[in-house]
């Protein structure tokens, strides 16, 4: 580690590279992160210039971008932390008036949080009855922490991921179009919020059709250097039992999709050039990109289902440091491939097919 260290004093006397992120959403452990994050900003080794994020991935994005602004790297690692704390805050100060019956209904070994008690409750009841006043801690959480006239002023380029109810298709937010509803709508989840209404459109979290969304950076002036900060796990061995392991899994599924479909995309442009498939007047139209990932689902698979929904600050700290540990192995390991390569194996990591082989390489 030493001799790590003092190669990343040396990087730190050069010019920060260039970076694209790709934020996935998963609930309370968004705050693994946070951590990633908070040990990117701090080594200075990067220049984040456009984020793609969702869900608790957007209101990570959000805190960076808000804090960034107004001061710099240490003002986003400040406003972060601001953002984690309120929403601890805010949960817990919910759970003191949840009632005791509801308490006495949920497992014992299990952490009471107001979102388990609402998780519990959605397979029987529809948001609309369950929460007619569209209560929501998030919504006091984020108007506390993020002020969205500097996201205006940012740097950083936002693109921010919601589910068109009735069309099923992703809605990207960017520019002034970022607002609080629109950071509600990315983490609209259906079974616990009502949608989240913007110009008449109903929207749910954005997850179910890009976790993250990686399109807007490719079409965009973007850094062609992606980093994807994943939280849920691509592969899970085992059927899941229990009502609660089924939907998990369904949602860590469905949630991987799109994002799948994205890089299987990439992987064939990057091959396309590699091997000279276009003609040169074609290839001007496509350009590499360069994947990188640190893979927050290795460190979270176990976690329960219940813990999505953990909001307590013990926990959501133990997960920023697991997120700067992470973040700390891929500098050391991957860093140097920035701005050169991809640091991950598309088709190995991301790509593999049960029931044959991909194309030859």
Known sequence: MQVHE???QVDRMAKPKPISLALQGGGAHGAFTWGVLD????????????????????????????????NGPDGARAALKFLWREISRRSAALAVAAPPSAIEAMNPFTAWTPFNFATAL???????????FDFNPLRDAIDRSIDFDAIAKSPITLHIA????????????????????????????????????????????????????????????APGDFLL??????????????????QDRLNEISFNSALIGELRAIAFVRR?????????RKRKAYRRINLHAIMGGQALRDLSLESKFDTRWTFL??????GRSFADTWLETCFDKVGKDSS?????????????ALPPE
Not at 122 to 132: E, G, R, T
Not at 230 to 242: A, D, I, Q, V, Y
Not at 317 to 322: D, I
Request: glycine share 8%; hydrophobic share 40%; proline share 5%.
């Open 317 to 322: 700290k133990q997960l920023r440091e697991t």
């Open 344 to 356: 991950v194996d598309v088709h190995g990591d991301f790509l593999q097919r049960e029931t044959g």
């Open 229 to 246: 900060v994943l939280l849920n796990p691509l592969t899970r061995k085992g059927t899941p039992k229990s009502a609660g392991a089924i």
């Open 162 to 221: 919601a589910t068109n109810v009735e069309t099923g298709r992703v809605r990207i937010f960017t520019g002034d179009e970022i607002t609080l509803d629109a950071a509600l709508a990315s983490a609209c989840l259906p079974q616990t919020f009502k949608a989240v209404e913007i110009d008449g459109v109903p929207y749910w979290d954005g997850g179910y059709m890009g976790n993250p969304a990686l399109y807007p950076l490719i079409y965009s002036e």
């Open 39 to 70: 040990r990117l900003l701090e080594c200075g080794l990067l220049d984040i210039r456009a984020i793609t994020a969702t869900s608790a991935g957007a209101m990570n994005a959000l805190a960076l971008a808000s804090g960034m602004a107004e």
């Open 272 to 280: 396309m050039l590699d091997e000279s498939w276009l003609a040169d």
């Open 122 to 132: 959605s397979s029987f009841v529809s948001p609309y009855d369950l929460n007619p």
């Open 6 to 8: 003092a190669s990343l």
